[in-house]
């Protein structure tokens, strides 16, 4: 599915990092959109989520070109990402211990399908709320569903930034792979931990209400099916500015796509 897909994407260094570490891709003549936030020390970070981008659109493009399912090409897309993660830390000492997260979406007639490793993260935005699709690959959110601390202790445990599960550290990583039903007018939001980090949910769907949802319901975009990138555009710049304005400590990146069809 490509027809009149939008999307808008964007990465910012933030206010505390030297480099960004983060990459982002956006590939609407395929329908595929993909966050990675890298990590590893020297510029690994940086290496290993440019590399998952790069693989996981590479890789997905030629599994449906010859017609294999959207979870089987984002399935493969990741797999191939994390061999040549590593084979590239292998091949160059500096770049050893990088990886990365991924989180990728596909659209379909019909259908959304996202790939899943690591803490970005996927959101469904609607008027009336926001949804998690994901579930955090991280040692919090273990301890979470283990009973062990509050949903309020979560964001502020000495462990919050530690991963369970990312791309290029082990051949035997897991992938989830999620199928969701959308509809016209869906908003989804694939984000770095720099935005989750310092937004709840509730911040990230006010935002959205007053960028987005109060735009639509105007003359200028009542009744159309499309033409909302302009709007797109400025709900990730105001995410991207309200998680700086609350430190910046982390790389931001935020990548907003829409379901096509008449916004209800």
């Not at 990886?99 to 979406?105: A, E, I, N």
Request: charged share 30%.
């Amino acid at each position: 599915m490509t027809a009149q897909l939008e999307a808008f994407l964007l990465s910012d260094i933030g206010r505390r990092r030297a480099q960004n570490q983060d990459s982002g891709g956006s590939f609407p003549e395929i329908g595929l959109f993909v966050v990675a936030d890298g990590m590893g020390g020297h510029r690994g970070g940086e290496v290993a989520s440019k590399i998952a981008v790069d693989t996981i659109h590479e890789v997905a493009a030629t599994n449906l070109k010859h017609g294999k399912s959207s979870a089987e090409a984002l399935t493969e897309g990741a797999k191939h990402a994390n061999l040549r993660i590593m084979d590239r830390a292998k091949k160059e000492p500096d770049l050893e211990g990088m990886g990365t997260t991924t989180t990728s979406l596909r659209f379909e007639d019909g259908k959304v399908f996202i790939g899943h490793v690591g803490d970005s993260r996927c959101y469904l935005l609607k008027r009336e709320g926001i949804w998690q699709l994901t579930r955090d690959h991280s040692l919090v959110q273990e301890k979470l569903r283990a009973g062990m601390i509050t949903r309020e202790q979560l964001k502020t445990d000495r462990m919050k930034n530690v991963i369970t599960r990312s791309v290029g550290f082990d051949l035997h990583f897991g992938i989830d792979v999620y199928e969701y039903a959308p509809e016209a007018g869906d908003l989804f939001l694939l984000c770095s931990d720099g935005l989750t980090g310092p937004l709840e949910d509730a911040d990230i769907h006010e935002i959205a209400t007053r960028i987005y949802y109060a735009a639509i319901d105007t003359d200028e975009f009542k009744g159309r099916e499309h033409g909302f990138e302009p709007l797109l555009k400025s709900l990730a710049e105001s995410l991207v500015a309200a998680a700086n304005d609350r430190g910046g400590d982390d790389n931001i990146t935020a990548l907003i796509a829409r379901y096509p069809g008449k916004s209800p």
